[in-house]
């Protein structure tokens, strides 16, 4: 199947490459420290110049996030939001910011995810994946969820998602189903990967290619790896894709080193910090530094 062209998060990317800057993607957990208070600081990153929004919606088990987003995720967690919940948060941010928005989280959150219809058998709550309760609600069988969770991502006015546990090469009954409702997906590349991989991971992206700059989980790092650059390098030898850097990608510096060699820069932990530490005041001051040294890289 022929993938939309060109999707929403593709098109953000090229414009502020087109602007003179590489994009600025912009990392929140839904729900920390709570509903209301991750809504405004995904509003106040988008306000001072994020170009992309990822929202994660926490899950109990989260391989790729190191302690800064765990934490965060956690006390979302303890306050019971589901799956639910943060769709609902993403309706009310897409109805009121411009950057294309994506949902970042786990394969089984969107295999197992409970659909708002009752499927075969009689309706019953439950423990969503990742915690918390899910309404009276029949759970479908594993896999049926995808069809619905890619619906209620649409629905919310979501532009793309990332399943960072899912490889490309097993992508196919996730695909169909985040075409069918225009999400563009988002597949992972490493350093480690082979060139089969990377193929496979360029075949398979549709909104851009996340080059992860290190091994390992999320978190800030003192300096940036330096295996980012010749990540970024073999992937444009392949594909025409955008091809965004994250993982330690830490300052305003850090920003401008990777805005010199790749389309995008994504930033998580970094602010996820910030928003804990002063709200939406503190995110605004991190990412206008983040913003300012996207622009000054590619200057």
């Known amino acids: 199947m022929t993938p939309p062209v060109p999707s929403r998060v593709a098109t953000a990317i090229r414009a502020a490459n087109e602007d003179g800057r590489a994009a600025l993607i912009v990392y929140l957990p839904a729900g920390y420290p709570d509903l209301d208070s991750s809504r405004a600081c995904m509003e106040a990153a988008a306000e001072a110049g994020a170009d992309l929004l990822e929202v994660g919606f926490p899950y109990s088990d989260p391989l ?6 765990q934490g965060a995720s956690q006390i979302a967690l303890d306050h019971g939001y589901t799956p639910n919940d943060d769709f609902a948060l993403c309706a009310q941010l897409t109805a009121r910011v411009d950057a294309p928005a994506l949902v970042m989280t786990y394969y089984n959150l969107a295999w197992h995810f409970p659909g708002a219809r009752p499927r075969g058998g009689q309706a019953r709550g439950g423990q969503a994946p990742g915690g918390g309760r899910v309404g009276a609600v029949a759970r479908p069988a594993g896999g049926d969820g995808l069809e619905d969770f890619a619906a209620a991502a649409a629905g919310a006015g979501l532009a793309g998602a990332i399943l960072p546990d899912l490889p490309a090469e097993e992508r196919g009954d996730w695909m169909p189903v985040a075409r069918k409702h225009g999400l563009a997906t988002v597949f992972l590349a490493a350093p480690t990967s082979s060139d089969a991989r990377l193929a496979a991971v360029a075949e398979a992206s549709d909104g851009f290619i996340y080059a992860t700059s290190t091994l390992g989980v999320t978190g800030e790092r003192q300096s940036l790896s330096a295996m980012a650059a010749p990540l970024v390098a073999r992937l444009r030898g ?16 850090h920003a401008e080193e990777v805005a010199g060699f790749a389309d995008g820069v994504i930033v ?3 602010i996820v910090r910030a928003a804990g530490r002063g709200g939406p005041a503190a995110v605004t001051e991190v990412v206008a530094e983040l913003a300012a040294g996207a622009r000054r890289g590619r200057g």
């Not at 790729?64 to 987003?69: K, N, V």
């Open 64 to 69: 790729m996030d190191g302690p800064t987003i």
């Open 238 to 253: 392949i594909t025409q894709q955008p091809v965004c850097v994250g993982i330690g990608v830490t300052t305003g510096a």
């Open 268 to 270: 998580g932990s970094a």
